[in-house]
């Protein structure tokens, strides 16, 4: 599921489509993340979750 969450973008981007993916969706996936997984790409999940994009 985090794949396609992920990735799903470079394939909408490019055909131009408005493709996002549902906000409890992606929180599912970031709030399953562990602390091993964050350290590997990177993020800081510190901040709290935009409202809206």
Not at 9 to 35: F, H, K, M, Q, Y
Request: glycine fraction near 8%.
């Amino acid at each position: 599921m985090g794949r396609d969450m992920i990735h799903g973008p470079d394939i909408t981007v490019a055909l131009g489509l408005d493709r996002r993916v549902p906000e409890d969706r992606v929180r599912v996936l970031l709030e399953s993340a562990d602390a091993r997984t964050l350290k590997f790409f990177g993020a800081d999940l510190s901040e709290p979750f935009p409202t809206s994009v």
